[in-house]
């Protein structure tokens, strides 16, 4: 009754809404049965079952659920036409309402049911399959159903039921595999056995030739499919109804349809392949279901509720035909309601026409064109896990074929050597093996084409081709198309035809033989190495299987011996592990900064104690003394009684000792505490290693080699350059170095545009080059390397290099640069990072948009990386410097004025400290320079490079200034800090949108204090603040800046009190008042405070634990700096002794609690500069 591992929590909320929709539908089908024309009863009463079944089915409860089900399919009928409202269907209606509250009371509390449900779902099913009149009246009663109307029922229905209660009870008796005794349940005919395993929301559909369905052959149609056929369009129909239902019963926010592409796709699918199986009904809905939807995705508009539910009934009217088709019930024609609803909706759209295919006057042969497209995308969606294995493969069979097809072009045009023959033999053992597996996954394009390539390869093999500049540009295009096809069947798309390159390949094969008689050595040659492989064969195909079989049985070995070895996981998952990785580190650090204070709270304690301990022996001996010195006086006991007889003394001494052993109880439970902290800090350093190995792993786990993204490079060049008409070859060198699979996704767009860029604009044409004195074909470099921390990938051409002329220009035309302004060569070419940036004469596919470097810029950015660009008429170099990883770096903290800032350790060459004056000489310098260990750094101020002059700090002549010195690769810099706060290990957060923008900042982190901070891109900043500021501004000048009268826009008040309450009402009372607030718990909280905010005005409290109010009143009118900050005294000690003692301190305002708040504004603002 409910599936197993139902979540209880939802149930109770199911069966709430599943009551409260029991007692919609009995109302709504009382006022249907009085008004059976009002079409909106009927559809909130469908709606409503509707609910009930799917909240049903979501959280388990099957029964219920499909109860619903048959109503909401009768319903469904009635809305469509199909069926009459007649009064036995609203009868019925009324029925299931009476007995929809037992079935929430079975599910709620076990009480079982006391209607006949499978005689009442029977009548449903009878009503929505046969005429009304066919099925005779139901009585009135909704409580019991007489026997008379049991026999009044459609004869087939009973049979049919008595059928299936007999094998449901046959199956529930049998035992199963294991020999158990299998659960019983309840027998339902109408249930498909799939639905009770499948999770909430999805939809099953019964298996063609179920026994239970035998008898009813002769009803089948006119239709003839073939069996295994109608298996795959089966699965092929319900894999896709799934898809529909979990979209449609998620609806948007405002209760309406928003189609997705997956809704689309699913629909499309279903009306392909219901086109080619020649299924004229469905296919002519899921046409009228998706045109609509296919014009809303193009315009990105929605629908409302009312097209919600007109998907709703299409979706269940495939349904019920796809499941009549396969219980080989005849198929009813398409409902001409639904086909209107439909119809209707296709016209509103915006004026869009679409014409609906008439399948009645059309050949079902008219698809034969796209049957073979059709079959390969629903087979690539039959079998997912193969189709998985089959494009991992494909990847990288196709990825080492580009590498060895790539070296064997290098290589001299003859097969008369061992190297030669070997590179031939494992491109053709490549494509054998792509073949076999495209085979086995039924992708016959791919498999195709692959077989044509090995049997050209044979042929080169066998000196029947020759080696030549056209096969191997065919070779090429061949493994182009290969990976697109690839690419396509891992996206679910139609594969693209094979045939053209075929027919290539075939022409290249077709040489007659004759033409290579002058090869005999090559023969003799080849077949020596051959005999060192395997003996001599005698046909092609003895030698297809010689070499292939032992290379499967190779790679199978090899393959089991990977699977025992390797375990594959989503990269999603990978990177969520990370992420987590990166949060413990976060938890840890905070955990440490918490024991860390803890322990320093201990030494507090520790001393207190120690204090409080001296404090008591002065206490005793204080009392000791004053006891003696009473009892010198006392002449009556001097000579009977002495003091330590005397209860007075003994009890006083009582309460000091009392007093001591608490002050031993404290420093015990301080021993504890102390224990118990080096126990946890002994814990976290523990923790802290494992947590470093758990990501060094995680980690290193992420790093794939660069030469992965080799041959998509490679096609990508021959591709440009093909469509540029010019030339030109890819040489990558360092492509085994590793780089974290995260840097390297993101990489790949901004390294393809940077190629088609030099293409574009750097390689000259053929002819322009030969005149130039270069080689006909260009040559473009991308060299990989490690510098520390950092990757560094290098990209170059020969091309001609930047025009700096025409970037000037074109910079000064967009008002980036004056037009006498005079910068170095290489900052001008910086400028074409800028957005919009271009100078291309026209706009080509490849490039002329100015949209492309900024891109890449902004993406180099984001992984906090920099990009460098130099140019000479030789050529231009790209050079971006990227971190290793992406989730955890070290680096350093400063401040610049009051915010704090993190500089990557990967730039930083050293730390050192000026002399004030020295800083000071070289600030007056044109451009400052700092001179260190035989290196020039220029310097910059940081506050100054983040516009932050107002945070200026003067420089103390007895201290020396913190400098931080940065390399970037060419570039040196010093940069001048206020604040060195230390290193860090830092986790990277990645930026938003908006802040990625900004100049200069190229990631964010989270500190063990909750603190955020911003990771500095010193490159960015130091452009940024060239460009906008013209130079560095001199600290001097803004030192003078800073003693010019400052205007607040909002008075600060200072709240000193040791309630929170009072603090917090306070501070909503100021902050509605347009006043900042700050507070302070005490006094010396307060002293301390005063050191950076200067008030316009403070509150004060008198009693607090620390420095009273009086006292700290007192203090402040004693010292110059504070005497003239207005004070408010608010306290519950009203008298006049304690009004007098403030007003002698030097107290503006006396105020009693509780106050009048319009009294304290008032004051506020009175005494307020």
């Known amino acids: 009754m409910l599936k197993p591992g139902s979540d209880p929590e939802i149930l109770e909320i199911y069966l709430e809404e599943a009551e409260e929709e029991s007692e919609n539908i009995k109302q709504l089908q009382q006022d249907w049965k009085l008004h059976p024309e009002d079409d909106n009863a009927l559809k909130n009463i469908r709606r409503a079952f509707h609910t009930i079944k799917g909240s049903g089915r979501l959280v388990g409860a099957m029964k219920i659920g499909e109860f619903a089900w048959d109503f909401e399919s009768l319903l469904n009928r009635v809305i469509d036409k199909a069926v009459e409202p007649t009064d036995q269907v609203i009868d019925a209606i009324g029925l299931a309402a009476a007995v929809l509250p037992q079935l929430v009371d079975e599910l709620k509390n076990g009480t079982p049911v006391t209607e006949d449900i499978a005689y009442i779902r029977g009548l449903a099913k009878a009503l ?453 990785a990166g949060e413990v580190s976060i938890y840890r650090a905070r955990m440490e900064q918490q024991v860390s204070s803890f322990g320093s709270n201990l030494g507090e304690l520790g001393s207190t104690i120690i204090r409080l301990k001296n404090q008591l022996r002065a206490l005793e001996a204080e009392t000791d003394a004053q006891i003696h010195f009473s009892h010198k006086d006392d002449t009556e006991l001097k000579q009977s009684f002495d003091p330590l007889e005397m209860d007075r003394y003994t009890q006083i001494q009582e309460l000091s000792k009392s007093l001591g052993e608490s002050v031993d109880d404290l420093s015990s439970l301080q021993s504890i505490l102390g224990d118990q902290v080096k126990d946890s800090e002994t814990l976290l350093l523990q923790q802290s290693r494992i947590n470093t190995d758990l990501q060094d792993g995680l980690i290193r786990s992420r790093m794939v080699r660069f030469s992965g993204l080799t041959s998509r490079l490679r096609r990508l060049v021959r591709k440009t350059s093909s469509e540029l008409a010019k030339k030109a070859d890819l040489v990558i060198e360092g492509d085994q170095h590793e780089v974290d699979i995260k840097v390297l996704d993101r990489m790949l767009a901004p390294i393809e545009h940077i190629l088609r860029n030099s293409i574009s604009h750097g390689i000259e044409s053929p002819i322009e080059r030969v005149n130039k004195g270069k080689s006909e074909s260009g040559k473009i470099l991308i060299k990989v390397s490690r510098d520390g921390s950092d990757v560094v990938l290098k990209i170059s051409d020969d091309g001609s290099g930047v025009n700096v002329r025409k970037v000037r220009a074109r910079a000064v035309e967009l008002g980036l640069l004056g037009e006498r302004e005079e910068i170095d060569e290489n900052d001008v070419v910086q400028f074409i990072l800028e957005p919009g940036f271009s100078t291309a004469d026209h706009v080509t596919q490849v490039a002329g948009r100015g949209v492309g470097m900024d891109v890449v810029a902004s993406g180099i950015k984001q992984l906090g990386g920099t990009l460098q660009i130099s140019t000479s008429p030789q050529g231009t170099v790209f050079t971006a410097r990227l971190p290793f990883t992406l989730s955890i770096n070290q680096a350093i903290l400063v401040q610049a004025g009051d915010e704090s800032f993190a500089l990557p350790l990967i730039n930083i060459e050293g730390i050192t400290r000026i002399e004030s004056d020295q800083m000071a000489e070289i600030y007056q310098q044109e451009k400052p320079v700092l001179d260190y260990a035989g290196q020039q750094y220029s310097l910059y101020y940081l506050s100054s490079l983040l516009d932050a002059s107002n945070s200026f700090k003067v420089i103390d002549d007895a201290l020396k200034v913190p400098v931080i010195l940065l390399r970037s690769g060419d570039l040196r810099v010093a940069l001048h800090i206020d604040v060195l706060l230390g290193n860090r290990e830092i986790v990277v957060k990645p930026l938003g949108k908006l802040l990625s923008q900004v100049k200069g900042i190229s990631g964010a982190s ?125 306290t519950s000690r009203t008298g006049t002794k304690h009004r007098e003692h403030a007003k002698k301190i030097g107290v503006d305002k006396y105020m009693g609690k509780p106050y009048q708040e319009e009294e304290l504004i008032e004051n506020i603002s009175a005494l307020a500069r």
């Open 1006 to 1130: 989270i500190l063990a204090d909750g603190l955020v901070v911003l990771i500095l891109d010193i490159n960015g900043l130091i452009r940024h603040g060239i460009t906008s500021f013209g130079v560095t501004r001199d600290p001097v000048e803004i030192e003078e800046e800073m003693q010019q009268p400052e205007t607040k826009s909002k008075k600060v008040v200072m709240v000193v009190d040791d309630s929170i309450t009072m603090r917090r009402v306070a501070t909503k009372l100021l902050n509605r008042n347009n006043y900042d607030v700050v507070t302070a718990k005490d006094g010396v909280d307060a002293l301390a405070q005063l050191e950076d905010v200067n008030p316009d005005v403070m509150l004060l409290d008198i009693e607090m634990p620390r420095m009273d109010g009086f006292e700290l009143a007192l203090h402040m009118k004693n010292e110059a700096n504070y005497r003239d900050i207005p004070i408010i005294m608010i």
């Open 128 to 580: 929505a399959e046969f005429k009304a009149g066919q099925v005779l009246a139901i009585r009135n009663s909704q409580k019991k159903i007489d026997d008379q109307a049991l026999i009044q029922v459609d004869d087939a229905v009973i049979e049919v039921e008595a059928e299936a209660e007999a094998e449901a009870e046959a199956i529930g008796e049998a035992p199963d595999e294991s020999g158990n005794q299998q659960e019983e349940t309840p027998p339902d005919p109408f249930v498909l056995s799939e639905m009770v395993n499948m999770p909430g929301g999805e939809v099953g559909l019964p298996l063609p030739g179920d026994p239970a369905k035998e008898e009813e052959q002769d009803d089948i149609t006119d239709l003839q499919i073939d069996p295994e056929l109608l298996v795959i369009y089966q699965q092929e129909v319900e894999l896709h109804l799934n898809t529909v239902n979990s979209v449609l019963e998620q609806p948007a926010v405002d209760g309406g349809l928003q189609p997705t592409e997956e809704l689309y796709r699913a629909i499309h699918t279903i009306n392909g392949a219901s086109r080619t199986a020649d299924i004229t009904s469905i296919g002519q809905l899921a046409t009228l279901m998706e045109n609509p939807l296919k014009i809303s995705l193009e315009q990105s508009s929605g629908f409302d509720g009312d097209v919600l539910e007109l998907y709703r009934r299409g979706h269940d009217a495939i349904f019920q035909m796809t499941k009549d088709l396969v219980e080989h019930r005849k198929i009813p024609e398409l409902s001409e309601t639904l086909k209107k609803d439909f119809e209707s909706l296709l016209e509103q759209m915006d004026n869009h026409t679409v014409e609906l295919p008439e399948q009645d006057n059309q050949p079902s042969n008219q698809f034969v064109d796209t049957l073979t497209m059709m079959n390969e995308s629903i087979e690539a969606d039959y079998d997912d896990e193969l189709v998985e294995i089959f494009i991992e493969e494909a990847t990288e069979l196709l990825d080492m074929s580009d590498h060895t097809l790539h070296t064997w072009a290098e290589q001299d045009e003859s097969i008369d050597d061992s190297a030669n023959f070997g590179l031939v033999m494992e491109l053709q053992r490549y494509l054998h093996t792509l073949k076999g597996g495209a085979k086995m996954a039924e992708f016959n394009e791919i498999s195709d084409l692959s077989h044509e390539l090995e049997s050209l390869f044979i042929a080169v093999i066998d000196a029947r081709v020759e080696k030549s500049d056209d096969l191997i540009d065919a070779l090429h295009d061949s493994f182009d198309l290969l990976s697109i096809q690839v690419n396509q069947a891992k996206n679910h798309q139609p594969l693209e035809s094979s045939a053209k390159q075929i027919d290539a390949l075939l022409q290249l094969r077709s040489s007659d033989v004759e033409q290579h008689k002058n090869y005999p050595e090559i023969i003799e040659n080849k077949e020596s190495v051959e005999s060192d492989v395997s003996p001599v064969l005698s046909s092609e195909s003895d030698f297809d299987e010689a070499v292939s079989s032992p290379v499967k049985e190779e790679a199978a070995n090899d393959r089991r011996k990977s699977e025992r070895d390797v375990v594959k996981v989503r990269s999603e998952l990978l990177d969520n592990l990370v992420n987590s």
